[in-house]
Nanobody
Framework: QVQPVESGGGLVQPGGSLRLSCAAS????????MGWFRQAPGKEREFVAA????????WYADSVKGRFTISRDNRKNTVYLQMNTLKPDDTAVYYC?????????????????WGQGTQVIVSS
């Protein structure tokens, strides 16, 4: 069990970049897959990216593939989401969550512990 805490959100212009961080505490971080999800105003929560326990397997939503990069540093108990070439449609609250042990999944129902979220606004 881990408790994620997100940071790094903010206001950025279209085409810009942000790097989100998710610090985890309260469990054995290195054995859990971790994921990023987002929820835009008026829309349902959607999957963004996930990473397995070792970082050897990675999954992305089609909408962010080629622009976003998920990574993790198990020595620091931290997972990152590097977001490049941001678009207005990327505007959302971004959540980090603990997934299953070892392997990852796109299914939000398999994530048990969620952070408080960090706001990302992409606007001119």
């Amino acid at each position: 069990q881990v408790q994620p805490v997100e940071s790094g959100g903010g206001l950025v212009q279209p085409g810009g970049s942000l790097r989100l961080s998710c610090a985890a505490s309260g469990g054995t971080f290195s054995i859990y897959a971790m994921g990023w999800f987002r929820q835009a105003p008026g829309k349902e929560r959607e999957f963004v990216a996930a990473i397995s326990w070792s970082g050897g397997s990675i999954w992305y939503a089609d909408s962010v593939k080629g622009r976003f990069t998920i990574s993790r540093d198990n020595r620091k108990n931290t997972v990152y989401l590097q977001m490049n070439t941001l678009k207005p449609d990327d505007t959302a609250v971004y959540y980090c969550a603990q997934g299953p042990k070892w392997s990852g999944t796109r299914n939000a129902n398999e994530y048990n512990y969620w952070g408080q979220g960090t706001q990302v606004i992409v606007s001119s």
